[in-house]
DNA sequence: AAACAGCCCAACCGCGGCGAA
DNA sequence: TTTCGCCGCGGTTGGGCTGTT
């Protein structure tokens, strides 16, 4: 590979795998205040200890608040199948025709379902073709057991037309359409595999549930998914992160996203945040971040910063609240659950 | 109930494109 | 025109989850 281009950040520096609840927290609300002008910036602004690019995909595939969550519907597997014979693997492309879907989410669905989806559709467009040609498919298969697809991947996922034969032929002959019927099938397994995901979702939720039913338990201890970092609190209190060569007060952010009602507002993440208020309380955190006030306020004076009130209880609040800003539709955390103790 | 295998998807990696200097 | 730096894209990976034996 050469030379190539230096790295775009230390990685002995930065943090990386899943993210926590608290680096998301973090990121949400410095870019919903002050917008993402710089990804290579944004971590050492906001505090994260990740690198930009880690930043920009954290954002842009999972914590957007535009993101159309939940299955796929069939108008839209439709089109991802035509754009993709039109475009191919331009998922960015083909991302551009999905409002609120990202290139990720649809490579996924298509490397995961609808690719095999495909595959089966050819097959029994090959088969049909033969059969239109007066070819008798049948003697070749059956004396030849090789596969038609010898991609190894599709070998095995889809059923060849060889084994095909082997296994339906009598089911297939039956099938008044046998690629409808089949492309019916394979759409629907999908629509189930999508579901199946949204039941992911909702796993998560029930995870975080019994976190929130633990830390409802009198005596109980509490984990908190948190790092014990100052700079986080500052950020959710409006205090300027203070860096050695970032002024946050000229990160543009004149026009935040909306935020307003598309996201589905989430009980559990209410509560979860109001147990996490109860538990350390906004006069305590305001308390630990006594000491940093002075820093703060010689920092706003040295950067000639004006912020606006960013009132942490009152984003999480919103939209009862006049805040412009909205954590709830973010769902919480798909990164968590596993090792909630974290 | 435990072990195993396969699937799913969030996150990472490296490269190409493009604009600025 | 060249070089540099950043962003975004597409491919790949690895850990967790689920189904099967």
């Given amino acids: 590979m050469g030379n190539g281009r230096s790295p775009c950040c230390d990685k002995s520096q930065v943090k990386r ?7 998301d927290m973090r990121l949400i609300a ?14 050492k602004q906001a505090g994260l200890m990740r690198c930009g690019k880690s930043c920009r995909l954290r954002w842009v595939n999972y914590l957007r608040p535009d993101l159309k969550k939940g299955e796929f519907t069939k ?11 039109a475009f191919g693997n331009k998922w960015s ?3 551009s025709h999905l409002p609120g879907r990202t290139d990720n989410e649809i490579k996924n669905a298509w490397n995961t379902h609808l690719k095999k989806r495909l595959a089966n559709k050819k097959t029994l467009e090959i088969a049909s073709n033969e059969n239109k040609m007066g070819i008798s498919i049948a003697p070749s298969f059956i004396s030849s057991s090789k596969p038609i697809f010898l991609n190894e991947t599709l070998n095995q996922v889809i059923p060849t037309v060889g084994n095909m034969y082997d296994m339906e032929a009598s089911e297939v002959a039956m099938v008044k359409d046998p690629e409808e019927d089949l492309e019916e099938k394979s759409f629907n397994e999908f629509v189930d595999i999508t579901k199946n995901s949204n ?11 019994k976190s929130l039913q633990e830390a409802e338990k009198p005596n109980s ?10 700079d986080f609190w500052k950020i959710l209190d409006n205090i300027p992160i203070q860096t050695n060569d970032v002024q946050l007060g000229q ?22 945040l109001h147990d996490l208020e109860n538990d350390f309380g906004s006069d305590a955190t305001k308390e630990t971040n006594k000491d940093l006030c002075v820093e703060k306020n010689n920092a706003m004076v040295e950067l000639g910063m004006n912020p606006q009130p960013l009132d942490f209880y009152e984003i999480i609040r919103s939209p009862e609240s006049d805040s412009d ?3 709830g539709y973010v769902h919480w955390w798909s990164s968590w659950p596993q090792n909630p103790g974290l």
């Fill in 17 to 23: 795998g899943p993210w926590s609840p608290a680096e």
């Fill in 221 to 230: 201890v509490v984990e908190m998914p948190m790092e014990e970092d100052y």
């Fill in 325 to 327: 800003i909205d954590l």
């Fill in 251 to 272: 990160v543009g952010a004149s026009n935040p996203p909306n935020f307003g009602q598309e996201g589905v507002q989430d009980a559990e993440t209410k509560k979860y």
């Fill in 93 to 95: 492309k083909i991302a």
């Fill in 199 to 209: 039941q992911l979702s909702t796993l998560v939720s029930s995870n975080v549930n």
């Fill in 30 to 43: 410095f870019i919903q205040k002050y917008g993402h002008d710089n990804w290579r910036a944004l971590p």
């Fill in 75 to 85: 108008e839209e597997v439709e089109t991802i199948m035509k754009l993709h014979e």
